[in-house]
């Protein structure tokens, strides 16, 4: 059990900052177990120990941290849809079409990860289990995919239909074997363009079967969705994965930019999800996801880095582009345009809504602690250290939203997932 | 005289990268002498010294830099629209609109400069000679304007029209008086609204008068556009800068998203540019600049942070945002939307353009040097040093792709100003 005093802000109703200002927080075993404004005024270290002893008689008490006013504890963001194997050409290669991109860029790279030493229908899922122990090792939160494709992709990548699907199997036991909360199996079908009904049948039986997630990318753009046309005429990519059993509420599909209004409505029934990417989508989809209007018929909305096809991979540049993103949708309309807030709700509530995780997102007891700890003060006469400079008489929200659009990795000076602490930084 | 040796890059021809692989670089009294391939394949110190020394007998090598593999030489980038006292809230008050912003948090920002020791009329006088001052302190190159408004603004900050015209001829005098080529006054009525045309004529004459630079805002947003035309029925504010003779090819006019046709064919026909601020125009002009076609139209274009009316000080974000704001004009056009490389142009070749300072934007023999040494090497094992990871086999064109998408000043390792170094980090 461990206490935190100090500011806590997150955005637990969408569009609203809440900023907690010198709250006591104590969190055990993973979960928020008292969060008070009791202590507002006072910061007494006796006076708070002896209170959470009081609450919780007999139990340990493994640290007390204050947090300064130029620091504040936010939760930790959601990247709801990444690329893990792309990380080595992030922020290069963002001028091509969708498809030609995927052909010059993506496909090579990823076909990297193939282990030599096993054979080639093998390889793709030794590289993902190896991503799944590495996030395991790291004490992250993951989950983790195996793409599948068995047509239109390059020859050295293509697998066997049914081989990609008992490869899919194994990896999915592999995975739920760890029996690890942080770490779970995502069925990964890339996209129709390279998977065919027969594939995309059969990962929907393993979805039913084991009760896991599933992500794919859907109506992303002009050039993919003329491919899809062309391979299923009359058929949208929705109606194809909905009928294929891949669309349920562990579901989350990238993008979803060039929907139809009957496909958002089939992803509302279903209660799939949707990542936005809108970085990504600038470069690749030449359309702006109507964020708002999506919300406002209830589909569940989290943000993607989408790294590599948007160059950032921090969530701060989601939620910053899906600002802007809002702010350009063609003919816009009153309440369309968003701020910071909004965004940030997306990146934390909105990506737990999408991934199901029902304890994280935003701070109340009984939740989950994921967090991090911000830091925007300035240290003066050295080095640079971060984009955000604060200045006297700024508040806390202001300097959460210097945060948002000004900072970067430096202002993370601690990282908790599940209420353990992994990263801490002087 | 110093020798330089190692990668640049630069965009002497728009929209077209081009990488200066191991070149020799000589710069002397701040302009470069000397660029040649002639010893791509030899870095041998001593062959390049005595290879200098017997073109330029009788001279004196201060310096000779070898810039490694994952570092580059590029040309300073021009921020051509700047709000120096909106620094304090940068990153902060992102969500109203602009006239709102403006009286909300601009006015009273900038009022706070005023020195309380000095009449009223002279503050903002003061306040300007203090920031061309300190950029001269620290070495830099800088066009600084003192603001004129004596209507709509707050009335701590409204001028009497003929002392703020009194009041900049002293300006004027001032920075002019110090015969630094680096710095030169600008002429800075606000924007239509807060300028009377009195003020407007007078600050003309001056314009002429004294043959300076001239700034000002135009056509920024739908609440200016419809202020302008409540207080000049029937006239633009292009119309109305132009009748003030302040249209000249000394001008920089912020913005221009909501110009006409014929507004953008007078600023083409007084050689007048424009400093496009894409990151400022998502949040405030509601419309995107089509720099594309206006710069085939004739209209000279450089790139602007607009701190703070954009969030980010550095102006790789206003290259990145033009890029983005170029794949969102509503209806592209095929060709409307370009990469990096034209706007890193934008911010080089552009921006000096955009100033009329013809010496500088790229590297040619006979221009002043005025660069950045870039750093992409990822330091092992250590505390993060920027936001850009390079692999085995990134080609100086790629490794300059990423920098420009993914780094930050954290890979600024030396800067140069008319060929004196300024900045030198380890």
Not at 172 to 192: C, D, S
Not at 314 to 338: C, E, K, T, Y
Not at 395 to 423: Q, Y
Request: glycine letters at 8%; charged letters at 20%.
């Amino acid at each position: 059990m461990f206490i935190i005093y100090g500011n806590f802000i997150h955005t637990p109703v969408r569009g609203e900052l809440e900023v907690l200002s010198n709250h006591l927080m104590v969190v055990d075993q993973g979960i928020i177990v008292l969060l008070s404004s009791e202590f507002t005024n006072d910061a007494n270290p006796t006076t708070l120990v002896s209170h959470v002893m009081s609450k919780f008689p007999g139990t340990t008490l493994t640290s007390l941290l204050f947090v300064s006013r130029h620091q504040f504890i936010v939760p930790g963001m959601i990247d709801t849809h990444v690329h893990a194997p792309q990380f080595v050409f992030h922020g290069s290669a963002t001028g091509v079409p969708l498809m030609e991109w995927l052909h010059q860029n993506t496909f090579p790279a990823e076909s990297k990860m193939k282990d030599v030493d096993y054979a080639k229908t093998v390889w793709k899922r030794e590289a993902s289990q190896a991503l799944a122990d590495e996030i395991e090792r790291r004490r992250q939160r993951g989950y983790v995919g195996k793409i599948n494709m068995d047509r239109n992709s390059i020859p050295e990548y293509i697998e066997d239909t049914q081989e990609s699907i008992d490869e899919t199997e194994k990896f999915l036991q592999y995975v739920l074997e760890k029996k690890n909360p942080l770490i779970r199996p995502v069925i990964t079908p890339r996209f129709i363009p390279t998977c065919s009904p027969h594939l995309l049948a059969g990962l929907g039986e393993l979805a039913e079967k084991y009760g896991v997630h599933v992500q794919s990318h859907i109506a992303e753009s002009d050039d993919q969705m003329a491919f899809v046309e062309e391979l299923h005429p009359r058929e949208t990519d929705t109606e194809i994965f909905e009928k294929s059993g891949l669309l349920t509420p562990l579901t989350v599909m990238a993008h979803g930019t060039h929907l139809r209004p009957s496909d958002v409505q089939k992803l509302v029934s279903h209660r799939t999800a949707v990542a936005s990417c809108p970085l990504s989508n600038f470069f690749f989809s030449g359309k702006i996801l109507p964020l708002q209007r999506y919300h406002s018929e209830g589909l569940t909305i989290g943000l993607g880095s989408d790294l590599a096809g948007g160059y950032a991979a921090s969530m701060l540049h989601s939620v910053r582009n899906s600002v802007i993103a809002s702010r350009n949708i063609p003919s816009p309309q009153p309440g369309d345009a968003f701020d910071f807030r909004t965004g940030f709700w997306h990146a934390t509530v909105g990506g737990a809504k999408a991934l199901s995780l029902d304890k994280l997102g935003c701070f109340r007891v009984g939740m989950e602690f994921d967090a991090l700890m911000i830091d925007v003060s300035i240290v003066e006469d050295g080095p640079p250290t971060h984009g955000v400079d604060t200045f006297e008489g700024d508040t806390t929200e202001v300097m959460f939203e210097k945060w948002v659009n000004c900072g970067d990795e430096r202002n993370i000076k601690r990282v908790w997932v599940a209420g353990e602490l992994i990263l801490k930084r002087e």
